[in-house]
């Protein structure tokens, strides 16, 4: 008999980080709703023909396949094993696990476009998985929460996501954050600028980067990736835009000529004054004109989201894409949407400290166990308190006391009831504060009345 | 492009279904935090190693099995193909998709039993995946609701589970169910006592059916099963059973000189006498002599729970185990656990139409968009609404009033504000109750007050 094990790259969340989780996820529920998001949640395994060829091939290589049931190799021939694995995983699997939530959501709007009301916001918060080399932060199982508006043009929709981060980040305690935001169709413009005509895909890949390995790097990759050196000195206007003040006016005066990055400017400008309207007098938010994410879908705005003064990436993403579910023969359905990473979130509220002491999902009072008489004293009180809607619990053996004082101890309830002979006899009960060690007699009345008060 | 279709026996959930759904989950929730059960969750796959063997053969059929990343194929020989797919897929497959929610739950218990303050209450609600035939009422993906106590052998337990099924049933509108209770102790003395030591298993097979097809078939099937005639003879007073006023004192006669069976009979009149104390006056259980449940692990107590006048299987389920992690190599961890199947729970409230009208996460009031002035108007109203803890939104677009509209009543949306020039003067909106049809001006202190009123 071995001794099990967890699946590489998988945790499990115990009583304690749940809670902390579960605080997490319900602030972000809240806020979706608010903002008048609908819920939505799809299966976690897919056709292997909606997720393929959805996420670059890296990304094919990272779903995680699913066996077909029954005897899958029945049918096959000598040549099939030989083929090596990409040809005969398509003979022996069918189905992926979920990779984002964006793929399915594309899919169940393809589906349902006869029924929805258009403009469709939904929001999703379910486990993805990814096939990825599991490190530190990294994990193979993992939860994304997604809210995403289809079906219109409105910028109305890029401010919301702007004032909807200024509503959930603070909700968990998060204040000093910044969203950064760009818009593909300055990048394109630019391209179109430095005599790079629809190389935009390959400028944001390599720009992307800067952060992280800095302009020299950034420049020898543009080379590498097709640039010529003319173009590549032609950008050196971006890499000193992160320092003016005034960066639009900046952009405006060298991007003049390029109608689509006018038109990108223009939008950020009408988003920026959007938020404003929306009543956030002093938005986190910040033109990066280097910002592109990995994806190339994004057509429109693109966001980020960093929390400042914490050693982590990202912590939400997302932007606009014209073409959703265009790779599922449904073409002019533009979107906007954004995505929050709870795993980062946590990492970030443990790290600054953020979360709430009180545990409201445990047991708020304990009845202790002495003997069979006072037990079953305890189990007619029991119901008295469950019924005021507090959460409490009897020790289910009739053992040392220390024994279920240290139960209590370590289940941090705060409250323990002792019930004695005197106490059965006198009907007031002594209870036991876990906190302070301080004893009171009350009657089950009083204790509710104590202990609804703490909560 | 083909059109993008679901995997078979898989299901999306829309929003409407979600607010059913997640009304559920949280009543089952708050009953079974009331009762003093930590969240747990645990990762959707598991190393094969920890799943294989604990369901029986079938069960291992019906894992879905995931296919190793990378070249899974390259070091495999022509033998290995050879082989048929059972041993090939052992090569192919290391992990699995959760079957149940008890396994991993064991495998948390081993791999934490030194910090668990035990006994160990837990909840755990999450989605199981079997590759089962899907046909109406069985997917392949569905939510299992389990609450467990593990670390004690007290009858408390299985008084808490009656007492608890009488509050979450209830509560979602349920009041006509039957909790049926049996005991395996007493299955044991019965095979004792015909002569058929040791062969309460198939006994537990064969009359576990006898609701389905009755007690000739259910004779027929215990001769196949190696049962002498003069055995099945003996069994006479079971099929009786169910007729008795007074089963237990009927029991007693017939088992008193089984040690086993009347230890069995004994822990259920205790549980019987501990809910009547816990406060349930008149409660709907039954005794049940036939109620074996396919799964052979139980020990002691044995649930069943039944809506009554609806066709539909059992609701909830489970007993109590006395080895739950022994297959993991840690003898004598007792348990005793209730498991609800929220999709019957679903469909039996369908049926008796329980879902309460109010749908709290949708949207409570739309601001019409007629031009860019009352848009404007209205986004700076939108921040005040939502800082009420009212879920509003704006209409993205400046379409057509009655599109609008269309749109709020598809979203079920209760109140909508219209804002022209007169209203963007006075400072007093018109708000549209969409139920009604009603129209009246108030101002935005006054459209809050009404609609929270409303909530």
Known sequence: MSKPSLARGTRDFGPEQMAKRTFIFD????????????????????????????YGDEGDQLLFKLLNSGDFSGKLTEEDWKEGYKPLTTKISEKGLRYDLTVPFARYVVMNRGTLAMPFKRYQIQPVWRADRPQKGRYREFYQCDADVVG????????????????????????????????RKILTGIADMVGAHGMEGPLCVAIDKLDKIGKDKVVEELLERGFS????????????LANEKEPFAELKNWLGDSE??????????????????????????????????????????????????VQIGSISGGGRYDNLTGTFGVPGIS??????????????MEELNLFPESRKTSTK??????DVDAFRFGLAILPKLREAGINAEIYPDSVKLKKQLDY???????????????EMQSGLLTLKNMHTGEQQKLDVDGIISLIAAEL
Chains 1, 2 share one sequence.
């Open 152 to 183: 219109t043009d409105s910028l109305l929709c890029e401010a919301e996501i702007v004032t909807l981060l200024h509503d959930i980040l603070p909700s968990l305690g998060i204040t000093d954050f910044t969203v950064k935001i760009n818009n």
């Open 408 to 422: 209590a101890d370590r289940k941090s309830i705060p409250f323990v009831i002792l019930i004695g002979s005197d």
């Open 260 to 309: 689509i990055a006018m038109k990108g400017i223009q939008e950020l400008e009408e988003v920026w004054d959007m938020v404003k309207v929306l009543g956030l007098e002093n938005p986190k938010i910040q033109f990066d004109v280097t910002l592109a994410r990995g994806l190339s879908y994004y057509t429109g705005a693109i966001f980020e989201v960093k929390a400042n003064n």
């Open 27 to 54: 602030t972000i529920r809240r806020s979706f709703q608010r903002y008048g998001f609908l819920p939505l949640e799809t299966p976690a395994f897919e056709n292997l023909s909606v997720l393929m060829g959805k």
């Open 335 to 348: 979107g906007v949407g954004i995505s929050l990473g709870v795993d980062r979130i946590y990492d970030v």
């Open 365 to 370: 009072v304990m009845i202790s166990n002495f």
């Open 229 to 240: 050196s003319e173009s590549v000195v032609k950008l050196d206007p971006v890499f000193d």
